[in-house]
């Protein structure tokens, strides 16, 4: 009994030095029991469990995999935009594209012509548009941008997604062209502005890319993405000076609108890149232009030939066609990569009227200087399409031959009261042939009138014949006097126009009458040809030399000996050059004055320079205009 009970004891003492040993102690049997005694009485506490804490228990089943995403953070970038393209398949540009005034519900008009669709995209986070037609109150109509141009794809609406920015945005596309003025409210499900950033569902959208709507590639918003919370960085100012070129001289002429495309046969060129007077016949339903390389300046227009005359009004290029009002000055356009400025009259019509042009500054062709171009309008805004058809340094060059001449343009006919002896008098005819080629014509004369034809000279000699009566007829009063009956050469007189010789026939009869002519050249050559032109001398024509003066002249007038009472030819400056046609003069001695302003109905002249005519030409003379003597008239 004695020994059980001792087993039991020992039993008990040993198990509760097991159960202890798992809390306190390592589990390597080798470490020595403790030397303390252990305590007789257990601890008040409940004993330990024999086995460790358990862990958290390891599920028994997967865990659950991610929700699918359907929705982002994505920034509102820039305000919508829309505009008008002619096709999905090709590259607006982006003036092409409209904005709004903020990134709201708002209403916008198009006008779709004809293969013309609508278009509007904008920054995903604004949700789901719907496009609701003002005038029908009916909605929808944008579901076109996943179908091919005018097919209706009933597996594929709505529109697609593109990046701009590494933002998403969506593009719609009405559903067919050709709508006309139509007006959309369209109506976003979120609401927010540019630089918020809200929910947005992206998937699920076709990709603008898988639909090959490849003018999506190149829009780009116009702000930087902005970062919530954090001011905008201010953009880097742009450079706005350039080097601009000479590279042509002023051209001026008529065009019967300015929203179609002129052609190049209605433009005159000057001959140097300076100031010049010019004579244009502006008709009913016409406007003058005039267009030169900016590297000259701005422009400042008057009335007649004075640099001190009224102001021309030439504010028209800035204005809509027909509009009574707008803003003043040139629009800008680009040739070959140059700015050019372009003026407009204000106002059609006017008849034949004569104007002093003085640009900024003269320059030689070829000289630069710093120009800033970038506040001016630009044509591309005013609908100015004939603007790229002004020539260029690009176009067709003159052969180099001695004594070449070139077709510079198509023949042109009209009426005037005195002999037509200079470019300006050219241009001012108001007739223009359609071919280089010989031509059947018709001019009216009033009273006082003659008629007169003027062609490039390359061209060869003239025959007319009367279609009233069949008969071959002399145009040969160009080298008369206008008050003569009959003169003493038969021949047309020679005028340099467009840096080219034409020539100039009058008929011999003044009017009132009508004529009815059929007339044909010695050559037939087309526009740009050019042949040899050695025997243009033999010709009468124009007398040019050149002047020496510091102040500004803007003509010059002959005179009988000792008066200055009435005209008897007017000529014309460019640059130091002057030109004076004296065709129609006896031989014998004249008084030649320089204009140099108009004062009212006062002219400003220098003079008298003693010249002789001979043979209806003056000598090619350097004459000095400040040594002559002032005369106020």
């Known amino acids: 009994m004695a020994h059980s009970w001792i087993v039991s004891l020992l039993t008990m003492v040993l198990l509760v030095g097991c159960g202890s040993q798992g809390n306190e102690y390592p589990d390597d049997p080798a470490t020595p029991e403790p030397t303390e005694p252990e305590p007789t009485e257990p601890e008040p506490t409940e004993p330990e469990p024999t086995e460790p804490e358990p862990t958290e228990p390891e599920p028994t089943e997967p865990e659950p995999t991610e929700p699918p995403v359907t929705e982002l953070k994505c920034p509102i970038n820039d305000v919508p935009h829309f505009g008008v393209v002619s096709d999905l398949f090709t590259t607006p540009t982006w003036q092409t594209l409209a904005d709004a005034t903020a990134a709201d519900d708002f209403t916008f008009t198009l006008t779709l012509a004809s293969d013309t669709y609508g278009v509007f995209m904008y920054p995903a986070a604004l949700g789901s548009a719907t496009f609701t037609n003002t005038a029908t109150n009916v909605s929808g109509a944008w579901q076109g941008a996943t179908w ?207 104007f002093n042009v003085d640009v900024g500054r003269a320059g030689a062709i070829n000289a630069e200087v710093e120009c800033d171009v970038s506040e001016y309008p630009l044509a591309s805004d005013h609908s100015l399409d004939w603007a790229s058809v002004i020539p260029t340094t690009t176009e067709t060059p003159l052969p180099d031959t001695a004594g070449s001449c070139r077709v510079s343009d198509l023949p042109r006919f009209g009426a005037a009261t005195s002999n037509i002896n200079h470019t300006t008098d050219i241009a001012a005819l108001a007739s223009t042939f359609t071919a280089t080629s010989g031509q059947r014509f018709q001019q009216t004369l009033l009273a006082s009138e003659f008629a007169y034809l003027a062609y490039p000279a390359a061209l060869g000699e003239a025959t007319f014949i009367n279609e009233s009566n069949g008969l071959v007829t002399a145009w040969a009063g160009a080298t008369w006097n206008i008050a003569d009956t009959v003169g003493t050469a038969f021949t047309p007189i020679v005028v340099q126009h467009q840096n080219e010789p034409w020539f100039v026939y009058r008929n011999d009869l003044v009017g009132p009458s009508s004529l009815d002519f059929s007339v044909s050249f010695e050559r037939d050559l087309a526009l740009n040809a050019s042949t040899d032109c050695t025997g243009i001398d033999a010709y009468p024509g124009e007398s040019v030399g050149t002047f020496t003066s510091n102040n500004t002249v803007v003509g010059l007038e002959l005179y009988a000996t000792g008066t200055v009472d009435t005209v008897l030819e007017s000529g014309v400056v460019e640059g130091n050059e002057w030109r004076l046609n004296t065709t129609d003069l006896a031989n014998g001695d004249y008084h030649l004055y320089f204009v140099l302003g108009v004062n009212g109905a006062q002219k400003l002249l220098a003079g008298p320079v003693t010249v002789t005519v001979t043979a209806g030409q003056l000598p090619a003379t350097v004459h000095d205009v400040d040594a002559a003597p002032w005369i106020l008239q």
Request: charged content about 15%.
């Open 148 to 354: 091919s141009d005018g097919n209706i794809n009933p597996n594929s609406n709505g529109p697609v997604l593109v990046m701009v920015d590494g933002v998403p945005w969506l593009a719609h596309r009405t559903d067919f062209p050709s709508l006309g003025e139509v007006s959309f409210a369209v109506d976003f499900a979120n609401s927010g502005s540019v630089g918020d950033t809200l929910n947005c569902d992206i998937f699920g959208y076709p990709s603008a890319s898988d639909h090959n709507l490849q003018w999506l590639a190149d829009v780009t918003s116009q702000t930087e993405t902005p970062i919530p919370g954090e001011p905008e960085p201010e953009p880097e100012p742009e450079p706005t000076t350039e080097t601009c070129i000479v590279v042509d001289q002023p051209h001026y002429g008529v065009v019967s609108s300015l929203f179609t495309t002129a052609t190049i046969e209605q433009l005159f060129e000057a001959s140097a890149a300076n100031d010049f007077a010019f004579s244009l016949n502006i008709t009913d339903g016409q406007y003058g232009i005039v267009a030169y390389p900016a590297a000259l300046g701005e422009a400042t227009f008057r009335q007649g030939t004075s640099v001190s005359g009224p102001a021309a009004n030439w504010d028209g290029a800035t204005w809509a066609q027909g509009d009574t009002a707008g803003g003043s000055g040139p629009v800008m356009i680009r040739i070959d990569n140059q700015p050019w400025f372009i003026y407009r009259t204000e106002s059609a019509g006017g008849g034949l009227q004569t």
